[in-house]
Nanobody
């Protein structure tokens, strides 16, 4: 149900955008997680589907922006000022609770983001 796209290779300091099509369930949250090689999957950014309230991991605050288009049932992640440590597989996800503190109910396939130094 969740389809992520937009990953690729970018130099440090550059920008990249990710997109995800999803169910857009009323009162649910949609967002992004990432998993770097050898590390656990971690929360990146989330947005409430109804009101569009956003929240972020401290590591990406001020650099990443999550948004959604309800009509298109799309969620976007604009990533600016990318760092090599942002290199990871990025996953779109959705669930009824805040993604910062709970496991999503559904995951999309990952899309690889590589930031070169």
């Amino acid at each position: 149900q969740l389809q992520a796209s937009g990953g690729g290779l970018v130099q440090a300091g550059g920008s990249l955008g990710l997109s995800c099509t999803g169910p857009g369930r009323t009162n649910w949250h949609m967002g992004w997680f990432r998993q770097a090689p050898g590390q656990e999957r971690e929360f990146v950014a989330g947005i409430t589907w109804n009101l569009g309230t956003t929240y972020y991991a401290d590591s990406v605050k001020g650099r990443f922006t999550i948004s959604r288009d309800k009509a298109k049932r799309m969620v976007y992640l604009q990533m600016n000022s990318l760092k090599p440590e942002d290199t990871a597989i990025y996953f779109c996800a959705t669930g009824p609770l805040s993604l910062a503190g709970s496991r999503p109910n559904f995951w999309g396939q990952g899309t690889l983001v590589t930031v070169s130094s």
